[in-house]
């Protein structure tokens, strides 16, 4: 995308006069923020500073994604980092940023999900099972081999 198709046009209001142009960083409540670029306008006069700015933007977010890939088996917020890596990727690319749009888009529906009265009773009901099913394999357990420490297996 060039420089010219990340500016905003005017909104216009119900009465069909022309409004003013929405304030940096407000948000229209009827469309998504534009895709593309937010580099500073200095940084996409030079197309060789914009391409430079893009790829120093990538390997920032490819480090990040990177630690967060790190962090899924081990102690971590893994997940949480690799979305902060997109997050950081989706401010110079556009694919970054439908991936963000995508994303948001299936946890609010998993979360509009999951508050559903219906889903709710049927995922307390599971987690009461779960937890039973849980409550007697350890009293068999315990009923056969008795509480032993581990440190005291052998004797």
């Known amino acids: 995308m060039n420089a010219e198709?990340?500016?905003r046009r005017p909104r216009a209001t119900a009465a069909g006069d022309r409004a003013e142009a929405p304030a940096p960083g407000e948000r229209?409540?009827?469309r998504p923020p534009a895709l593309g670029s937010r580099a500073p306008h200095f940084?996409?006069?030079s197309r060789a500073l914009h391409i430079s700015w893009q790829a120093g933007v990538f390997v920032v977010g490819l480090a990040?994604?990177?630690a967060g890939v790190i962090m899924l088996p081990l102690p971590g917020p893994g997940w949480l980092v690799i979305f902060a890596g997109m997050a950081i990727w989706a401010t110079e690319f556009v694919w970054?940023?439908?991936?963000?749009?995508?994303?948001r888009r299936k946890v609010t529906e998993a979360a509009q999900?999951?508050?559903d009265p219906a889903v709710r009773r049927r995922n307390i009901a599971l987690t009461v099972t779960g937890l039973a099913v849980?409550?007697?394999l350890v009293g068999v357990y315990l009923s056969r081999y008795?509480?032993?420490m581990p440190w005291n297996a052998r004797r």
Do not use: F, H, N, Y
């Not at 970054?96 to 994303?103: D, E, S």
């Open 5 to 7: 198709s990340d500016e």
């Open 28 to 30: 229209t409540t009827d």
């Open 43 to 45: 940084i996409k006069r």
């Open 64 to 66: 990040v994604v990177v």
């Open 96 to 103: 970054a940023q439908l991936v963000l749009r995508w994303t």
């Open 113 to 115: 999900r999951a508050l």
């Open 134 to 136: 849980a409550g007697v």
């Open 146 to 148: 008795g509480l032993t």
